[in-house]
């Protein structure tokens, strides 16, 4: 599986490096306007866009219908772009905290607080939207597959809204608001794994295409 994932590291670098630079940038950017820990939310989503470009040019160049020749098992190939895509996820975070590095060593009042409650949402819509994107991006051609991409992180807003509701009914959100998102944090794993576990399941028997 290590050769596939550094297969789609190669055609995604381009697109990798650009968005850590954007993200390093638009940082310092935000500095001036918001809070630089917000910009947290927005990294992990930003940098999983090179999963989907994977996709569409394994798409175009027959890769996926010429890789389940090879000797990698079916699990391996879907369970990679899951790999991919929590590398991505994990690649923009630590892009967005050299920003929020630097500000903090300048007295620019970023917190670990804020830190960690930002990293917390943008992981959580991150890997809530990844369990419902990538297992459909086998099932839709790559085009649709791209706007099921976007559509998921709408819908990974309304599943994290949802899940605040539930959990203030057992804990007070306001109270113990880092340990709330903490519980809605490992829910979007669980989901994330459960995902992964189906897409195998899903595909073990057929073609990926």
Request: hydrophobic share 55%.
């Amino acid at each position: 599986m290590r050769g596939v994932l550094l297969k789609d590291l190669y055609i995604a670098k381009g697109n990798i490096l650009v968005t850590v630079v954007s993200l390093i940038v638009l940082g310092f950017g935000l500095s001036f306007l918001l809070e630089t820990s917000a910009l947290l939310l927005l990294s992990p989503v930003a940098s999983t866009t090179a999963v989907f470009i994977s996709i569409t040019s394994d798409a175009s160049s027959k890769w996926s219908k010429n890789v389940i020749t090879m000797p990698i098992a079916r699990h391996q190939i879907i369970g990679e772009k899951f790999s991919f895509y929590l590398i991505l996820a994990v690649l923009g975070v630590a892009a967005a905290l050299i920003p929020c590095g630097v500000l903090a060593l300048a007295g620019r009042g970023v917190t670990v607080h804020s830190l960690c409650l930002y990293g917390t949402l943008g992981m959580s819509a991150t890997l809530l939207a990844g369990g419902i994107s990538l297992p459909c991006a086998y099932f839709f051609d790559p085009e649709k597959s791209q706007i099921v991409f976007m559509l998921s992180f709408l819908a990974s807003t309304g599943i994290i809204t949802g899940l605040v509701f539930l959990t203030n009914v057992f804990l007070p959100v306001k109270e113990h608001i880092l340990l709330a998102f903490a519980i809605v944090l490992g829910v979007a794993a669980l989901w994330f794994c459960l995902a992964y576990r189906l897409a195998v399941r899903v595909y073990q028997k057929r073609d990926v295409v």
